[in-house]
């Protein structure tokens, strides 16, 4: 119990850096934190949830809309649904599936009829696919093409790139915020496909999502230090390690590292100006 409690008033510390609202109520049985983003007037929240299998990120706009990012495995369901409880997420507005894998879409019909989400975003060339799937559930179904810019809102725009693979539908893509922002979703860890986006003139971001739960199969140092991240972020997946040698060029490239299994889950709250980050163990 001791170690629960220091724990919690060490989130609570944490929260007050960053302006979060934590409510608490601890008993000898139980102990329940609730998050609350409390987001100031034109401030966006990103919440990358440290689930123990899959990718699910929670955004919240400054004018309410809500979007989730990947649903995660079907067998993290139960942490899933706990952590966006404790953040008070009542409604979904748009799921963006990356890819159909089971690490990425397998909450779907969970998150839809908890959440009544109205929109689900899929790679293009998975929308038939998607189509038959999810249909029954009465979902706006959308595919996203590559190389295309999206408005979300006036605060943020989403621009979809190329990807490699001609068999698995897939989306990486940029978030921009207040136009200045940029937070890189890479969905595919390839040295040719890295090579083809700084052709094109790929320029630096702020935070990089890297892709694959961390492969060595690519995020390579050259491609790290085009992209110039300040943040990297990795998610967890069942029975897979991320590799040494990426978390080593991670750290040559000087990028603070945050993966899910370690750090817990990574909290941004974005301004026109700045970002604050921290992170919470729920």
Not at 115 to 125: A, C, K, M, Y
Not at 205 to 232: N, S
Request: aromatic share 8%.
């Amino acid at each position: 119990m001791r170690k629960g409690l220091l724990g919690l008033l060490g989130l609570i510390v944490l929260g007050v850096i960053v302006g979060l609202d934590i409510r608490v109520t601890t008993n000898e049985q139980d102990e329940q934190i609730e998050l609350d983003l409390q987001l100031e007037e034109e401030e966006l929240g990103m919440v990358f949830l440290d689930l123990p299998n899959g990718e699910s990120t929670y955004l919240e706009l400054p004018d309410g809309e809500t979007i989730l990012i990947g649903t995660g495995a079907k067998d993290s369901s139960e942490e899933l649904f706990t952590r966006l409880n404790k953040l008070n997420v009542s409604h979904i507005n748009t799921i963006i599936l990356p890819r159909f894998e089971k690490e990425y879409s397998g909450n779907v019909e969970k998150m839809v009829t908890q959440f009544q989400t109205d929109q689900l975003i899929v790679p293009n060339q998975g929308l038939s696919q998607a189509i038959t799937q999810y249909q029954y559930l009465g979902i706006d179904i959308v595919g996203w093409e590559e190389e295309e810019d999206y408005d979300i809102s006036e605060f943020l725009q989403i621009k979809t790139l190329s990807n490699h693979s001609s068999l698995m539908p897939m989306l990486s893509f940029i978030i921009t915020v207040h136009n200045k922002h940029r937070f890189f979703f890479s969905s595919e860890a390839n040295e040719q496909l890295e090579r083809n986006w700084l052709e094109k003139g790929l320029s630096p971001v702020t935070l990089l999502k890297v892709a694959e739960f961390g492969t060595d199969e690519g995020t390579t140092q050259r491609f790290l230090k085009e992209i110039d991240p300040q943040v990297a972020i990795l998610f967890s997946k069942e029975n897979a390690e991320i590799s040494g040698a990426l978390l080593e060029r991670l750290q040559e490239t000087w990028i603070d590292t945050y993966t899910m299994n370690q750090n817990g889950s990574v909290i941004l709250k974005v301004n026109e100006f700045d970002y604050e980050l921290v992170t919470v163990h729920f």
